[in-house]
């Protein structure tokens, strides 16, 4: 059972290049998050899901851009790479355990963007 | 707009105990959790405790919920090298999740 799969596991961009990051799940979740992950910063959400064909912004949203058109697949794409989205990405997905929403996290996908 | 915050370092001696403290801004909060992160790989769930408890214990992990003071700590019992990691402090409302900052917990052999 893979859980949530990142792809890639590496990347680097120059300045203005773009890109996707794709997230699978293979647990039926409803929900699926993208998440950057930056020194001293704690995780910050970038995007989020509650259903195939549904997204919505989160904390950090601008330069990014999001798609949900399958259940178990959600892309994060940066239009023109900024040095500023160089950090460590993660993708969740969750389900609903006695009301709490417990995440299931991907591997992470580490972005420079030079 | 809903805002964690946690101390970014702690170091313990093995065998003591570790206290891990969060605060939080958002009293809406239903559900607060503690996440776990190992280096190079993504947080993983530890506990989590409902808003309406004050106290939830599993094995070596008591959590401490003050919802008052919007207070919320994690204590590792016998605390062991295998504890050292990122701890993520975390509350949802609804289907957003929050994360704090991180707390690097280092034991010392």
């Known amino acids: 059972n893979a859980g949530v799969t990142q792809t890639p596991k590496f990347r680097v961009l120059k300045t203005g290049q773009s890109m996707t990051l794709l997230c699978a799940q293979d647990m039926n979740h409803e929900y699926m998050y993208w998440y950057r992950q930056d020194p001293g910063m704690g995780l910050r959400l970038i995007h989020y899901?509650?259903?195939?064909?549904?997204?919505a912004k989160g904390e950090v949203p601008d330069g990014y851009n999001v798609s949900r058109l399958k259940k178990q697949n959600f892309l994060l794409g940066l239009e023109s790479a900024a040095p500023s989205q160089t950090s460590v990405y993660f993708c969740a997905s969750s389900r609903t355990l006695s009301g709490a929403n417990v995440l299931t996290f991907g591997a992470g996908s580490r972005l420079t963007v030079l | 707009g809903e805002d964690v915050e946690q101390s970014l370092f702690l170091s313990v001696r093995e065998g003591d105990s570790s206290v891990i403290n969060c605060t939080y801004t958002?009293?809406?909060?239903?559900?607060l959790y503690w996440y776990k992160q190992e280096p190079g790989a993504g947080l993983q769930l530890l506990t989590y405790i409902f808003s309406n408890m004050d106290m939830k214990q599993d094995q070596r992990l008591t959590v401490l919920l003050n919802k008052k003071d919007k207070h919320l700590s994690l204590r590792i019992a016998d605390t062991q090298t295998g504890d050292s990691a990122i701890y993520f402090c975390?509350?949802?409302?609804?289907?957003?999740?929050?994360f704090g900052t991180g707390t690097k917990l280092q034991v010392i052999p």
């Open positions: 899901s509650v259903g195939e064909g549904t997204t």
């Open positions: 958002d009293s809406s909060s239903t559900y």
């Open positions: 975390a509350e949802s409302t609804h289907q957003k999740v929050t």
